[in-house]
T-cell receptor, first 113, second 116 residues
Framework: EAQVTQNPRYLITVTGKKLTVTCSQNMNHEYMSWYRQDPGLGLRQIYYSMNVEVTDKGDVPEGYKVSRKEKRNFPLILESPSPNQTSLYFC????????????FGPGTRLTVT | AQKITQTQPGMFVQEKEAVTLDCTYDTSDPSYGLFWYKQPSSGEMIFLIYQGSYDQQNATEGRYSLNFQKARKSANLVISASQLGDSAMYFCAMREKGYNTDKLIFGTGTRLQVFP
């Protein structure tokens, strides 16, 4: 089954404790991206990757890191989480190009206390 | 800069009626894609429909159609014959692919409630 998986689905952590949210896709997509969703703000792009070893900032990259060492994986790293990073996070993948829809993972709900 | 505007925070529609969800966008790029996604209360993001900037005809997918007015920069979603299961958040999004960039920008969403 073609899918994007994220882990963990739920996470409660404390300020400053480094964490990684994993994302994996099995569709051989070049493009992968991370979004955060906050009430009233829709989804905002954090980082994206157009291919292996190619990453770029989205609209809200501060406080996040990513890496793309393999085509299928695109982990999101929070080196020192803060309460304002409490959010619902989505990973997505697609073929490259403006005509292709993105396939979303199930989401990770992160709470930073 | 890219921008997507959804001016309707919430909409109500009676079952079996049609409803239009508004979306306007702003871009200087001649090539872009417009998308609508549905997010039910369970949280997943479901792709509904796509319209390319060069497409001459409005996109349709079953009960969903996209009313694309390029000169007005609007891409409204029309849902015909609403069903109770259509109750959800709906997001309009625009994707632009440049030489070194490929971004997807979302609007703030419209919450649709379908009542019997």
């Amino acid at each position: 089954e073609a899918q994007v998986t994220q882990n963990p689905r739920y996470l409660i952590t404390v300020t400053g404790k480094k964490l990684t949210v994993t994302c994996s896709q099995n569709m051989n997509h070049e493009y992968m991206s991370w979004y955060r969703q906050d009430p009233g703000l829709g989804l905002r792009q954090i980082y994206y990757s157009m291919n292996v070893e190619v990453t770029d900032k989205g609209d809200v990259p501060e406080g996040y890191k990513v890496s793309r060492k393999e085509k299928r994986n695109f982990p999101l790293i929070l080196e020192s989480p803060s309460p304002n990073q409490t959010s619902l996070y989505f990973c997505a993948s697609s073929l490259a190009g403006s005509s292709y829809e993105q396939y979303f993972g199930p989401g990770t709900r992160l709470t930073v206390t | 800069a890219q921008k997507i505007t959804q001016t309707q925070p919430g909409m109500f529609v009676q079952e079996k009626e049609a409803v239009t969800l508004d979306c306007t966008y702003d871009t200087s790029d001649p090539s872009y894609g417009l998308f609508w996604y549905k997010q039910p209360s369970s949280g997943e993001m479901i792709f509904l429909i796509y319209q390319g900037s060069y497409d001459q005809q409005n996109a349709t997918e079953g009960r969903y159609s996209l009313n694309f007015q390029k000169a007005r920069k609007s891409a409204n979603l029309v849902i015909s014959a609403s069903q109770l299961g259509d109750s959800a958040m709906y997001f309009c999004a625009m994707r632009e692919k440049g030489y070194n960039t490929d971004k997807l920008i979302f609007g703030t969403g419209t919450r649709l409630q379908v009542f019997p």
